[in-house]
């Protein structure tokens, strides 16, 4: 204890024995680790941008089909638990965001144009919350009720086919007999979405009104549960699987879509390679630093040991001056890349760029997601880096015999 | 009791393509409450004698021993705490540590040593004070004489009463009245508290305190003679 005290008080002095050369160094530390922590946010802002607006033309976290559903989305595989019975299941579980839907492909056909779309049967109570339709920014007006006739697209979609509201289309598909379900429908909503492609491939009509068309009974197509966090869904697709109970299969959204699972995966691994190449062009500075400071004060590591202290404490010493460095450079970079990403976490219109975005399935604000998690990996990855880097020159200094060093000009 | 034993030291240097014998078969024995002065001309070996009796230096052949335990075959580990423990060291410059006051300097070794803080502040007071630096207690090396922080040196090598204290031209940058001031305080430590003192110098005054004066030459002890002190 009484070493560790004297360790580090040799360590702190002569931390700002050379005020220039510490704040040069710690004003490095300081950007790398703002540059590190708030780039990270930056980019796991649109990641979870990317993903999240994927799970929302999914939409849904956990979602249950037919098992043949994911290969052959057509009416004939259907979830064989009808939908009366999921709804008395679900709600009497407390589950309160979920929603049944009939999900097929079907031809949209305006008197211009026609176009394939995949059909989404909905009953809007359950579906405010799960959707990516914001129905209060609909043009004309979302669909009311299950049964409601009208048909609500996007905006992109419209502009295609040379339809507007009030104006009819015929969609068509296929009943479960393989022969052609066809209906009028009115246009009474036009919906934006973030993403273009949401608004050219996606039609919202009554699940009931649906169902009729198709002459499906009482069946829907998929049952979609949405989790407080997509990170965690673990809890609703158990509960999912136990009130399914056999009738369709269950899967989570990054097993329907293995591709936006595996952003996730990517981006913490190109956080943690991003943290470690910023990290490495500082120990060079780092090291540099240390050396220096080692070759400064040779002659009194000299002293201190033929007093009697151990190369050990040598070493602790020069390792606890880096820890120290870095410990306060981080501590004030993480406040600031704190500070930088307040001013912006309402999200950065990035509309300017948005075109090339859209492709990449982002939206044209872009919200700084700034992670616990990041934090700590950044701070961690430096302080044990940095205890690595300072080894070198703190083993060197260690190991100097006292009697040469001492008289070292 | 011998608080200081060495047999039969040899030790060569090369410098570029010439080979010095720093010490050449040296032996010499100093009993516990010695104080003995090493004197020679530069190069003569005092200054090696005096780092391979302190653990600092190692002889190529010969044995050393202090306080009867033999010390030449310690790890770097073993004499560090050898070192620590039981010797006190005045270098003839660059003594103390810069970014440490001279009360932190003198307390340096007992806080390594583990004695706690009230009686290390204890301890450090009074030896600064005996030393004649009251007041001067948190001054940094580099804002005060090279008397006092040989002084300061001085304090820190007696403060935790070692058994022998280990001095290398502890005068050499000090005035002839500072000069006599620490050698009379060497003396009063030898006389009061038994400390063993060596001393390498070729100062004749220094020599003149000493009980026993031990002349060298080329690494060889030439005359070992025994004195009044003054």
Redesign the interface.
């Known amino acids: 204890m009484?070493?560790l005290?004297?360790l580090f008080?040799?360590a702190w002095?002569?931390l700002w024995?050379n005020h220039r050369r510490t704040l040069i160094m710690l004003m490095a530390v300081v950007l790398g680790t703002w540059a590190m922590i708030f780039m990270t946010a930056l980019m796991r802002g649109m990641v979870t941008d990317v993903v999240k607006d994927g799970i929302s033309a999914l939409p849904g976290h956990v979602q249950a089909h037919h098992p043949d559903y994911r290969d052959d989305p057509s009416v004939a595989n259907l979830i064989a638990v009808s939908d009366a019975e999921l709804a008395a299941r679900f709600s009497a579980a407390g589950f309160v965001k979920w929603a049944t839907r009939v999900r097929v492909p079907a031809v949209i056909t305006s008197e211009y144009d026609s176009r394939g779309v995949t059909l989404l049967g909905v009953d809007p109570m359950y579906e405010r919350d799960l959707t990516f339709v914001d129905y209060d920014e609909v043009t004309g007006r979302f669909l009311q009720s299950a049964d409601d006739s009208g048909i609500v697209i996007g905006a992109k979609l419209a502009e295609t086919l040379n339809t507007e509201v009030g104006k009819r289309i015929v969609l068509m598909s296929q009943n479960p007999d393989n022969d052609i379900a066809d209906r009028g429908f009115r246009v009474i909503g036009l919906f934006k979405a973030n993403i273009r492609a949401f608004e050219e491939n996606y039609v919202f009509a009554g699940k009931i009104t649906v169902q009729k068309m198709l002459g499906i009974g009482d069946q829907v197509s998929e049952l979609v549960v949405l989790a407080d966090d997509y990170r965690n869904v673990e809890a609703e697709y158990n509960k999912t699987v136990e009130l399914i109970d056999g009738g369709g299969e269950v899967k989570r959204w990054f097993e329907l879509d293995p591709y936006l699972g595996s952003m996730l995966g990517v981006m913490d691994g190109f956080v943690l390679v991003w943290i470690i190449v910023i990290f490495l062009a500082l120990s060079f500075g780092l090291v540099n630093t240390l050396v220096m400071a080692v070759f400064e004060r040779v002659?009194?590591i000299g002293?201190?040991?033929?007093?009697?202290?151990?190369?050990m404490?040598i070493l602790g010493q020069i390792v606890v001056e880096s820890s120290l460095l870095l410990a306060i450079g981080l501590a004030i970079g993480t406040a600031l890349s704190w500070a930088s990403v307040q001013p912006i976490k309402d999200g950065i219109d990035i509309s300017i760029v948005s075109e090339g975005l859209d492709m990449w399935g982002m939206s044209s604000v872009l919200y700084p997601e700034l992670l616990l998690s990041d934090v700590i990996l950044a701070n961690v990855v430096v302080l044990l880096l940095g205890f690595l880097a300072s080894l070198s020159p703190a083993w060197r200094a260690a190991h100097y015999e006292?009697?040469e060093a001492?008289t070292k000009v | 009791m011998t608080a200081v034993r060495c047999v039969d030291l040899c030790k060569t240097y090369r410098q570029g393509e010439v080979d010095i014998k720093a010490l050449d078969h040296v032996s010499i024995e100093i009993k516990e409450g010695g104080f003995v002065c090493l004197s020679a001309p530069s190069g003569g070996g005092k200054t090696t004698l005096l780092n391979a009796i302190g653990g600092l230096d190692k002889p190529d052949s010969g044995e050393v021993y202090i306080a009867g335990q033999r010390i030449d075959n310690l790890s770097k580990g073993e004499l560090a705490e050898l070192r620590l423990r039981q010797i006190g060291f005045v270098f003839q410059a660059f003594n103390l540590i810069p970014v440490l006051t001279a009360r932190e300097n003198v307390e340096f070794v007992m806080q390594v040593q583990g004695v706690p803080a009230g009686e290390r502040q204890r301890l450090a007071h009074a030896i600064l004070d005996e030393v004649g630096l009251a007041g001067l207690e948190d001054r940094r090396p580099a804002d005060m004489s090279g008397g006092q922080q040989q002084r300061v040196a001085v304090a820190r090598a007696i403060v935790s009463r070692p058994a022998l204290v280990l001095a290398d031209e502890p005068t050499a940058n000090l005035d002839s009245k500072t000069a006599d001031e620490l050698m009379e305080l060497f003396r009063e430590l030898n006389d009061h508290h038994s400390t063993t003192f060596v001393i390498a110098t070729h100062d004749k005054r220094v020599m003149g305190y000493a009980k026993r004066l031990v002349r060298m030459l080329d690494g060889r002890i030439v005359a070992d003679i025994k004195q009044d002190a003054a």
């Open positions: 009484h070493r005290a004297i008080r040799l002095r002569n024995r002659r009194e002293l201190m040991l033929a007093l009697g202290m151990r190369p404490n006292p009697i001492i």
